[in-house]
């Protein structure tokens, strides 16, 4: 018996602590918000934030989190960053099939609520280890540029 | 021209169908087509239903005024919901945020694609398919309602108008909404030929309104196929042979069901599948299950071997695709020749989503949620694996992550529904990544020979192009193959059909099949391979001829070939073709005809020290006709070039002793956001063009420009995909 | 699972105490089989747990690991007490066949006949499993097992271990760990021409491909920089704070063997490693944190650090999520030659844990040779602040 608290709320799962937390989120909880793209790290998909910081949830452990709280897509947009971040993909038509956008997002609220001015050098950084394979990075560059409010002009 | 309409009219012409499968053969009439049971029951969207008003196969429109439109093609990131919507919303007038979009049930009476010739969505043939007929099944729509409303009024229906839903009398300025008509206007005989807006008085088609599908994507609501949960549900991983044509040998049941929430282990000949309650269970009694494998015939198999078979073919004569003068003749009168070996790799497909299918087979019917570019396929193989009847095979459409031709094969539905048929309840069976690259159908390795010659003028007297690879057309659609079966025409698209006009030109194509993966459909299909052997032929012939590349394709436009001429100009202008650039950097140019748009393309490209590639910048301008939506075009010709040039710089599946050496994203390696270049896309204003697609013009035109680039930066001419794997450091 | 690493430490802890008295005997023959690391040569992927079969590609050839499950023909099951005991502290195997160096015996020789039986008992426990591991592979002169006499008239000190009376039963019981158990130095003590080990104790050396680091007490170059809670966190777990993770055949002796030592154990590994005379040898330890303005023309490693790399690692090395990510402190980051990094890069490199299994994947196929040696100096000049001497053909199969 694990205890994990996700978006605020505690949920008793019956499973072992090895299980990657993405499975406990999507298989247990049933929160499918929160992607599986490759498993391994390499494509954050399943970025989901553990007491803020950004995480692969592929690859962390229920049995790790202890009393740490997460929070996954499904109620980032509660915080303000998070808010103002899907409003600039929104606006920046960023998407396109979107499977790897709820990592994308994460990666990118978890960036601006710790630089909330960044360049796009800061962004290379931060966004790197997200993959989109529908390649919209030009637009999530310009989306997070845009959430910050550092927009260039013209 | 075009392998996928001339597929369309072999499959009108009535051929069989392939591999058994069912094959509609009608186009979609506009005559009432309310679905029947079976589809109505098939589409599994409780929104399609047959009450209140159904003018035709993709409008639905209730008492309540709800207005939902049924999507003839699967979306999966090209934004063709919201442009489908928004074809039919124009004549229907009714707002973007009125409508609700749901997936076609397998139906092919109702929704054959007309450039296709079968419920499919590919070959950037949506919109050029749709342009019309959305267009036209709105205005019908409208003309009955505002019939409908007329008649209510006694009124003449040329006094009255529709918007947002409702029609208005100028007169007396009565008003009913569309719901409150939708009853009477079932009843009117549906009208023929109704006339379509003029251009000009488009108010929705060629604006850029927010697209219908993204909210739910970025809040996390949005329902994948992968995300598909139903009640006593469970999850399942598989493992196949390593080796194509291998057998499952032995396996630890035991070991697997020990792992907690394990439900099941499915043994077939050729696969294992562990079930479990999630997929942590299923993922970790796999592993305990221990599969060994009987790897059969191809496991000595290797790229030497493929590429050594590939090569003696290659020195076979082919089938001519296209020949006008005496190529040969011309060759050997040629001032200067050239020729050259191009080759391009097996290429995975590897799109976002694993693939994954989820499946409840029961003695009475089967339910299948699967997202697929092949509906009617997808029931089609669920039906023949579990002997029931077609009718009752439901197939739920669900969103996609991504499909680059993937989800045109049935092969995952196939092997799911095998396993389903052992176990009562509902499974989610997902492939994990690894799973997914090494038991893809891949994208057929192509080994290009070309001899060309230039005449004293430096013109090009003669081409000779033999293209030597497997048929994706010959496996997945056989009556698509041309000249006695021989000729795959998806293979030498783009290679037939250049801009340029040669002296004489000779085509061939020799079909050679490797024994050890089955080849698929892939983003950009034949124009993906062919323009970037082309163009970069094109590129050496101008280093040949001492010409600049711009001037020398203008040089071999024909005369009357305004819309190539404008989007070269359009290119050179805006990418600063000529302006001089620091050593180490350079431009290159694609020129391209291809799913009916025409392109060009300029790289930007800087080549460092140790030989790494670096994109700073690509600039397309294109010209596809008729606009529905700028802001999608721009985005999917923004994300179609970082595809391409993802596959240009790194993708390469190789195969030793029988299997695939790659499994996941560290060693299939994707282009990365600090990685990506700004992309600038310009459109040419030519509305009374043709329709061109543009799905995948991108990934056509990202090989050769860069390329093109890479040769003018460091005089390296790569004739191999991918560039940055090792190439740019081999002397 | 901070709570269950704690209640799990409280266990071994309480193990301890009680230690040998109270573990049944089959428990203790268990317990010391681990403390020998069997397992790391023993266990196979791709075999059955216990039945050999892990190649050794060693200067000379290529070895296989013996079934140790008691299959009495392809197994151990014939060998009586005294054959068995013989074999351990002699290197000769039933019928007087000499065993290749590759079994640490000039190191189980100082086990005592106790111990050895206490492994064998152990070892008898478990199933039978008919398995004959491949025939040896052996290059000529090499290929002559009666030339081991002469290397063990030279290599094998053939005596059991004597503890010292100056020093205490804490260090006595950490010198056994290390040298007779553990077989430690077989990996970080250089080796003589014949292969022997040489006199420099732990002073590193390099084996397989591999460079096991110094651990004298040098305090630049050895263990001296290391406080005893981080040398025993990081052999119960392979990992410390500041000093990277364990990788390659460390993170598998962490795996197999250190990781089931009780805590008193650990404490008394750590006390006997605390006075091996300091020794200045191999690459000097590295700062817990990048390299502020380490400078250098590395544009192309920076980019690739970031695609690849800082998903997990972190730009700053600190780690995302897991401690086994973080880099700041790794050994393996000060080695100019990149040895270690190398190999992770080539074979990657994995660690069962407490909290799941650690693991990297090999970055080779998609990546050039190049790009990898931009990447491994660029990872060498962000955490110690040193130039790398890494060049692509240190990532060519040997041979190409
Ligand atoms: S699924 Fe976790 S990083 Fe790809
Ligand atoms: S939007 Fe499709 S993978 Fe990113």
Redesign the interface.
């Known amino acids: 018996m694990v205890s994990i608290t996700v978006n605020g709320t505690e949920y008793p799962l019956d499973v072992t602590e090895d299980m990657p937390l993405l499975w406990a989120i999507r298989d247990v909880i049933g929160l499918t918000g929160t992607k599986f793209g490759c498993g391994i790290a390499q494509c954050g998909a399943c970025t989901v934030h553990v007491d803020g910081k950004p995480v692969r949830s592929c690859l962390y452990p229920v049995g790790a989190l202890g009393d740490k709280k997460v929070t996954t897509i499904e109620a980032i947009g509660r915080s303000e960053a998070g808010a103002r971040v899907q409003a600039a993909w929104l606006d920046k038509e960023v998407v396109q099939c979107g499977y790897c956008q709820s990592g994308q997002i994460m990666s990118a609220t978890a960036l601006l609520q710790r630089n909330p001015a960044p360049t796009d050098a800061d962004i290379d950084q931060a966004m790197a280890g997200n993959i989109c394979r529908c390649g919209t990075y030009v637009r999530i560059r310009a989306a997070i540029h845009a959430a910050a409010g550092t927009e260039r002009q013209g | 021209m075009n392998a996928l309409v001339a597929r369309r009219a072999v499959l009108q012409a009535g051929a069989a169908a392939a591999g058994g499968l069912l094959l509609s053969l009608r186009l979609p009439g506009l005559a009432r087509a309310a679905p029947g049971p079976a589809s109505a029951a098939a589409s599994g969207s409780a929104s399609v239903s047959g009450a209140g008003f159904a003018p035709n196969a993709f409008i639905r429109i209730d008492r309540q005024g709800l207005v939902t439109l049924v999507m003839p093609n699967a979306e999966?990131?090209?934004?063709i919901w919201t442009s489908a919507c928004m074809l039919i919303a124009e004549e229907l007038e009714v707002g973007l945020d009125q409508v609700t979009p749901v997936a076609a049930p397998p139906d092919g009476a109702s929704y054959t694609d007309p450039e296709l010739g079968e419920q499919a969505t590919g070959g950037s043939a949506s919109i050029r398919g749709d342009w019309k007929r959305l267009r036209q099944a709105g205005a019908t729509g409208r003309t009955m309602l505002v019939q409908a409303a007329a008649n209510r009024w006694g009124v003449d229906p040329a006094g009255c108008t529709a918007a947002r839903a409702v029609v208005t009398h100028g007169a007396t300025g009565r008003t009913l909404g569309y719901g409150a008509l939708a009853d009477e206007a079932a009843l009117l005989p549906v009208p023929k030929d109704v006339p379509l807006k003029p251009q000009s008085a488009f108010t929705l088609i060629g604006t850029?309104p927010?697209?219908l599908?993204?909210?739910a994507?970025?809040?996390?609501?949005?329902?994948?196929g992968?995300?598909v949960?139903m009640p006593g549900m469970g999850?399942g991983t598989v493992a196949a042979c390593p080796v194509k044509g291998g057998r499952l040998r032995a396996f630890d049941e035991k070991a697997a069901r020990a792992i907690?929430?394990v439900r099941d282990v499915v043994a077939l000949d050729d696969v294992i599948a562990v079930i479990g309650?999630?997929?942590?269970a299923a993922k970790q009694g796999l592993q305990a299950a221990n599969a060994q494998w009987d790897e059969g015939p191809n496991a000595s198999i290797g790229m030497a071997q493929v590429i050594a078979g590939l090569d003696a073919a290659s020195k076979t004569d082919g089938v001519v695709a296209k020949s006008h003068g005496d190529a040969t003749a011309a060759l050997d009168q040629a001032a200067k020749k050239l020729d050259v070996v191009y080759q391009l790799p097996f290429l995975s497909h590897?799109?976002?989503?694993?693939i994954n299918t989820t499946i409840h087979v029961r003695p009475d019917g089967a339910d299948l949620w699967v997202g697929t570019q092949v509906p009617v396929r997808a029931q089609a193989t669920v039906a023949q694996e579990t002997g029931l009847p077609i009718d009752k095979v439901s197939v739920h459409c669900q969103?996609?992550?991504?499909?680059?031709g993937r989800r045109l094969d049935v092969d995952s539905i196939t092997q799911a529904a095998r396993i389903a048929r052992h176990v009562a309840y509902p499974v989610k069976l997902?492939w994990?990544?690894e799973e997914d690259i090494q038991h893809d159908l891949y994208r057929p390795y192509y080994y290009d020979r070309i001899t060309a010659g230039l005449d004293a003028d430096g013109r090009i007297a003669a081409w000779s192009h033999r293209v030597t690879g497997s048929s994706v057309m010959a496996r997945w659609a056989p009556p698509g193959m041309e000249m006695d079966g021989k000729l795959d025409p998806d293979a030498v698209e783009g290679a037939v059909e250049t801009p340029y006009v040669f002296g004489a030109q000779k085509t061939e194509y020799v079909r050679h099949e490797p024994d050890t993966v089955t080849t698929a459909w892939w983003r950009g299909v034949g124009p993906t391979h062919n323009v970037f052997v082309v163009e970069s032929v094109i590129d050496e012939l101008a280093g040949l001829a001492g010409k600049d590349p711009v001037a020398f394709r203008r040089g071999l436009l024909a005369p009357d070939d305004k819309r190539a001429r404008a989007v070269l100009d359009l290119v050179v202008e805006k990418s600063g073709w000529g302006a001089a650039l620091p050593s180490g950097e350079g431009r290159g140019v694609a020129l391209q005809v291809a799913f009916g748009t025409h392109m060009a393309t300029v790289a930007h490209v800087a080549v460092?020290k140790?030989?790494?590639i670096r994109v700073k910048r690509v600039t397309v301008a294109l010209d596809c006709g008729p606009v529905v939506n700028p802001?999608?075009i721009e985005?999917?010709v923004?994300?179609?070039?970082?595809?391409g040039l993802?596959m240009a710089l790194?993708s390469?599946i190789?195969i030793e002793n029988g299997r695939v050496?790659?499994s996941?994203?560290?060693?299939?390696?994707?282009?990365?956001?600090?990685?990506?270049p700004?992309?600038d896309v310009h459109i040419v204003h030519n509305p009374d063009g043709s329709v061109g697609g543009i799905g995948e013009t991108g990934t056509v035109a990202a090989a050769p420009a860069l390329a093109n680039a890479i040769f003018a930066a460091t005089g390296r001419r790569l004739r191999r995909i991918p560039f940055?794997?090792?190439q740019?450091?081999e002397a | 699972m901070r709570r269950a690493l704690l209640s799990l430490l409280a266990i071994l802890a309480g193990g301890a105490k009680l230690h040998a008295a109270e573990q049944t005997p089959l428990e203790h023959g268990e317990y010391l089989t681990r403390a020998a690391d069997c397992a790391a040569c023993h266990s196979a992927p791709g075999h059955a747990a216990w039945t050999g079969g892990r190649a050794f590609a060693l200067p000379f050839g290529t070895l296989y690991s013996a079934n140790i499950t008691p299959d009495r023909e392809t197994g151990i099951g014939a060998y009586t007490d005294d054959e068995w005991v013989e074999m351990l502290h002699h290197g000769i195997g039933r019928g007087g066949r000499h065993l290749y160096p590759a079994m640490p015996y000039n190191s189980y020789t100082l086990m005592s006949r106790d111990d050895a039986l206490a492994i064998k008992r152990y070892l008898f426990s478990l199933p039978p499993v008919k398995a004959p591991p491949p025939p040896n592979r052996m290059n000529f002169p090499f290929d002559q097992r009666w030339l081991m006499v002469g290397w063990n008239l030279i290599n094998n000190p053939d005596r059991r271990f004597r503890p010292a009376q100056d020093k205490s039963a804490e260090w006595n019981r950490g010198a056994y760990l290390v040298d007779a158990l553990g077989h430690c130095g077989q990996c970080h003590t250089p080796r003589t021409l014949t292969q022997g080990l040489s006199e420099r104790q732990f002073a590193g050396a390099k084996q397989a491909g591999w460079v096991a680091y110094n651990l004298t007490s040098d305090k630049d170059h050895g263990l001296g920089g290391w406080s005893d809670a981080a040398l025993v966190q990081y052999l119960h777990e392979g990992q410390a704070p500041g000093h990277g993770p364990a990788s390659g055949p460390m993170a598998e002796a962490v795996q197999n063997s250190l990781r089931y030592l009780s805590d008193a154990d650990l404490h008394a590994i750590v006390a006997y490693l605390r006075d091996v005379p300091a020794r200045a040898d191999g690459a000097a330890s590295v700062p817990a944190t990048p390299v502020a303005g380490a400078g250098g023309d590395d544009a192309l490693g920076a980019r690739l650090f970031a695609e690849a790399c800082a998903g997990c690692h972190l730009t700053d090395g600190s780690g995302r999520q897991s401690a086994w990510a973080a880099l700041g402190g790794d050994h393996s980051a000060g080695d100019p030659a990149g040895t270690n990094l190398v190999q992770v890069l080539l074979h990657g490199s994995e660690l069962q844990t407490t909290q799941g299994l650690m693991f990297m994947h090999g970055f080779t196929g998609a990546y050039t040779h190049q790009e990898l040696a931009a990447l491994s100096n660029y990872v060498i000049r962000h955490f110690s602040g040193r130039a790398g001497t890494v060049t692509a053909a240190d990532f060519a199969p040997v041979g190409k």
């Open positions: 999966f990131g090209q934004g850029s927010r697209r599908d993204t909210p994507k970025v809040n996390g609501t949005a329902i994948f992968i995300d949960t999850v907690k929430g309650d999630h997929m942590w590897a799109p976002m989503e694993p969103v996609i992550g991504g499909a680059f997902i994990t990544r460092g140790q030989g790494e802001d999608t985005s999917q923004q994300g179609g070039i970082i595809f993802t790194y390469e190789t050496l790659q996941n994203f560290h060693d299939y390696r994707m282009l990365r956001i600090n990685e990506a700004m992309v940055a794997t090792g740019m450091s």
